[in-house]
């Protein structure tokens, strides 16, 4: 595995352990505005914030731990996208951040070696249907 693809997941892993785990301890400051409004709407939903970081946290405990990388990749993929829209429409002082996570992700899912190639199955156009295999028992 290459430098720059090790240090890429890690900070990756990082940042998603990071703000999942400081969801549950720290209290957010207070929010106004659009972002206020978005915030509260969340909020109200009583769920939306624990599965989110939730799932952010175990997405960052993947990629830290290398197991199950690309599916953590795909995962976080709308949850990327989203931080970048937010920050792009609500909340233009943490675009910077949601830049540099968005690069993460691109390098990570795109263009490194070790992943990249997991990833772009997905985009297949057809997928041909391997032949049953005799492997798996038969049930009764």
């Known amino acids: ?12 892993g990082f940042i998603f ?3 999942g785990i400081s969801f549950f301890f720290t209290t957010p400051p207070p929010l106004e505005g659009a972002m206020g ?10 769920y939306f ?3 989110l970081k939730g799932t952010e946290i ?8 290398g197991m ?9 993929a709308p949850i ?14 943490g675009l910077p951040l949601a830049l540099v996570i968005g690069v993460l992700e691109i390098y990570l899912a795109i263009i490194s070696k070790e992943y990249s190639p997991v990833i772009k199955l997905l985009f297949r156009p057809k ?14």
């Open 17 to 19: 352990l990071g703000a």
């Open 37 to 46: 409004d978005f915030f509260k709407g969340m909020m109200a939903t009583q």
């Open 49 to 51: 914030f624990y599965l």
């Open 68 to 76: 199950f990388v690309p599916l953590a990749l795909v995962v976080l």
């Open 127 to 140: 997928v041909e249907h391997l032949p049953p295999s005799n492997k798996w028992p038969k049930s009764a």
């Open 58 to 65: 175990t997405c960052g405990l993947l990629l830290l731990s």
């Open 80 to 93: 990327i996208l989203n931080i970048f829209l937010v920050h792009s429409f609500l909340a233009v002082e």
């Open 1 to 12: 595995m290459s430098k720059v693809t090790l240090i890429a997941r890690l900070l990756l």
